[in-house]
């Protein structure tokens, strides 16, 4: 992920790393193991499989670009 702008929307990861795309855990087995806020420039990276997600910002835009990058 990279944070294009300041904003209040955190990213929050979970400690649950998929097996595979359709491995769903029980939302209530997994914990938050790391919430990172929005900086501008700031570049997060971590394995797709983790589960993540955005909370919604209050104050202002989120604005990300996000890329997905698989080795061979």
Request: hydrophobic share 30%; with cysteine; charged share 25%.
């Amino acid at each position: 992920l990279y944070y294009v702008n300041d904003s209040d929307g955190d990213t929050v990861l979970y400690d649950y790393i998929s097996k595979d795309e359709n491995d769903i855990p029980y939302f209530e087995d997994i914990k938050v193991k790391k919430t990172i806020t929005p900086k501008q420039g700031r570049v997060v990276i971590f394995n797709g499989l983790t589960w993540h997600t955005a909370r919604q910002p209050k104050e202002n835009i989120r604005c990300i670009i996000n890329c997905n990058i698989v080795g061979s």
